[in-house]
Structure formats: C-alpha cells, structure tokens
C-alpha cells in the first residue's frame, strides 16, 4: 500500500507539474516548496481544534477534518519524500518505500499502535512536533514518523490512509481536470464541499476502484450539468 501511494503521487505530480518537478519548478516555471505546502496544512489542522481562548470555548475537535487535513499533508510529504529521494539517489519509488517501512514508527503505524493523546492540547502539541521536524530539514525517516504521530490523531492507520488517499488522489485529478488550476472549479457542491462528497463515496460504495470513483465524482459534479 505504501508503494502504491508513493506511485500514484508521483504520477499526480507528474501530471499536474511535469517531469522534473523534483528540481523544484513546474514546467510552467512556478517553483514548488513542499515544505511550505506542508506547514500551512498543518496550520489548517490546528484550526479543527478549539483552541482560541476568545472564541467557541466550549467546541468539540472537528476529527473528520483532522482526518481529511492528515491525508492532505500525506500528498505533500510524500511529495516531499519523492523529492529528497530524486535528488539523493536514483529515484527508486520501490526502494524510497522500503526505506520508510523499515522505521519503527511506520509499523506501529501500520498495525494500528499509534494512539492520540486523551489531552487536546497534547494532540496540538504532536503537529507542532511535526512542524518543528520540518523547519528542521528533517530526513525523510524522521518527517513521515512525525506524520505518522500526526495522522494517529485522527485515527487513521495504514489501511484508512490508503483508502482516503487514494480517495482525495483521485479528486486531485479531477479538480485537476476541470478547471482547478485556471480557477474554474466548483469547490462547492451544491452546499458541500467536495471532500465531503467524495467521502460519502467511498462510504457508500466499498472496495470501489479508482475509475469508478472518477466516473461517480463526474456524475455528482455540479460544474457537468
């Protein structure tokens, strides 16, 4: 599954930015910084816990946010990985998985032993570890055990990343595909936004392969009718 998502990433890169993107331009010049993608989402994942002193006190975390931020951070540090990993060896996608397997923190990820902290402000405190990785130049064994903690937050493991992402990877392509970059998309689909959307997809509709859940995002699109 790690494998898989590292390819299905790399292609989503390759698509959107063009071969080479690694160097850190896309084929229209406009430079990439992962890292920088990667804080502000992390940003957006603190905003899905209350807590401002001035406002909205009494809030529950929103965790189906969390768990939507988590994967949108997972695109961007396998991103991430996919560079170093470019620009340190050859490139090799099956041996960039092995190398993140092999850590510690992914098989604890990978059978489910990552808990949250009971304490928000805890769990607050995982994503700034996180982020603090990142400012740090951190390898990538470091970076994704620091993700891993960070996806533990909303209960994901191995098995629910997989699905979301391949999930939110395909709706990339699809935004991608009508109209995100020029500005034209419909984030908004009729009073929900798209992730939503894809969400109740794959609930509904188990073990659902990448085409079909192109097909079924096609025919819910407001922007198609």
């Known amino acids: ?51 401002k002193h001035w406002k909205n006190i009494d809030a ?12 949108d951070i997972w695109h961007f540090v396998m991103s991430e990985a996919l560079r170093l990993n470019r620009l340190e060896g050859d490139g090799d996608i ?42 740090a130049q951190a390898p990538i064994e470091e970076l994704t055990a620091r993700f891993f903690d960070v996806a533990a937050l909303g209960e994901l493991d191995l098995n629910t990343l997989y699905s979301l992402y ?8 699809f935004r991608q595909d009508h109209g995100y970059k020029e500005g034209s998309y419909l984030k908004e689909w009729e009073g929900r936004e798209d992730n939503v959307v894809m969400q109740e997809i794959l609930a509904q509709n188990r ?19």
């Open 166 to 173: 391949v999930g939110k990877n395909i709706l990339n392509r």
């Open 1 to 51: 599954m790690l494998e898989t998502m590292l390819r299905l990433q790399q292609q989503l890169n390759d698509e959107t930015n063009g071969p080479g993107w690694e160097e850190g331009l896309t084929n229209r010049g406009k430079k990439i910084d992962w890292r920088r993608c990667i804080w502000l989402e992390a940003a957006e994942l603190v905003e899905s816990y209350p807590w």
């Open 207 to 225: 073990g659902i392969g990448p085409e079909e859940l192109y097909a079924k995002l096609e025919a819910a699109y407001p922007g198609a009718k």
């Open 94 to 135: 099956s041996k960039l998985a092995r190398r993140i397997a092999e850590t510690e923190s992914y098989c604890d990820f990978a059978r489910g032993a990552l808990k949250r902290p009971e304490d928000i402000y805890k769990q607050i405190a995982t994503v700034e570890s996180f982020v603090a990785a990142l400012f």
């Open 60 to 71: 529950a975390p929103d965790y189906d946010n969390i768990r939507i931020e988590a994967v």
